[in-house]
């Protein structure tokens, strides 16, 4: 089965500098790469996400990389405010709609 | 548009008893799915419904874990017994069909931690 690494596990930022987040996954047949964000007492939230057809995509201050090739996509979120602290979880799926397949997550804390 | 309902929010119990999560999607989601969220740990799908059918429940310890879509809204999970182990979240989403919305993203509710002591 699919299998996703995330690393750093914890990230600490100052406010205005950049945070990237890598993953990596096992399965060739994944071409569907969301990341969520997750608040404390929340549920995680899709804050973008990448398909297998496209190498990079970008929303704002956040953009998303993708190698098929070396099987590793990557977050880049620009500009960090203290309102982006909290915990971002890479996943990967056969399709948007099956299984999703979650990395540990990440724990971001931006410091003003 | 409301979202993932879930309730409830918290929930205590000693192990060996057994507890119920309900979850309401979001209105005309005909995709919903359980995931189990251990402490530090990313989401862990326990069993997704396409309307009230099962679509995938491989992860799912069926010998204490059940699950159920009654007319393909609403649905339960249930534990009988509870282990220690499973002190977790467990997170209910839904998700479209319907190209005209954003299709297969998946919505998550705030979820229900559970603790067995």
């Known amino acids: 089965g699919e299998n996703v690494e995330q690393h750093p596990s914890t990230l600490s930022v100052q406010e205005g500098d950049s945070a990237v987040i890598k993953c990596t996954y096992s399965?060739?047949?994944?071409?569907?790469f969301p990341w969520y964000k997750q608040e404390l007492g929340k549920g995680p939230q899709l804050i973008i996400d990448?398909?297998?057809?496209?190498g990079e995509k970008k929303d704002q201050r956040i953009a998303v990389t993708l190698n098929k090739t070396a099987k590793h996509f990557s977050l880049h979120i620009t500009e960090t405010q203290p309102e982006d602290s909290a915990v971002y979880f890479c996943?990967?799926?056969?399709?948007?709609?099956?299984?999703?397949?979650f990395g540990a997550g990440t724990q971001v804390v931006v410091t003003p | 548009e409301a979202g993932v309902a879930q309730s409830p929010r918290y929930k205590i119990i000693e192990k060996r008893q057994s507890v119920a999560f309900w979850c309401n999607p979001i209105?005309?989601?005909?995709?919903l799915y359980w995931y189990q969220q251990i402490l530090g740990q990313g989401p862990k799908l326990l069993i997704q419904?396409?309307?009230?059918?099962?679509?995938?429940d491989s992860q799912l310890p069926k010998d204490r874990f059940s699950a159920e879509r009654l007319k393909g809204v609403d649905s339960t999970l249930k534990i009988q017994p509870a282990k220690l182990e499973d002190s977790a979240v467990y997170l209910c989403?839904?998700?479209?069909?319907?190209?005209?919305?954003?299709?297969?993203?998946?919505?998550f509710g705030p979820g229900t931690r559970l603790t067995v002591l």
């Open positions: 989403a839904s998700s479209s069909l319907r190209t005209s919305e954003r299709p297969n993203e998946q919505f």
């Open positions: 399965d060739s047949a994944s071409n569907y």
């Open positions: 990448i398909r297998s057809n496209v």
């Open positions: 996943a990967a799926s056969q399709n948007s709609w099956g299984k999703l397949q």
């Open positions: 209105s005309g989601h005909a995709t």
């Open positions: 419904f396409q309307n009230n059918g099962v679509v995938d």
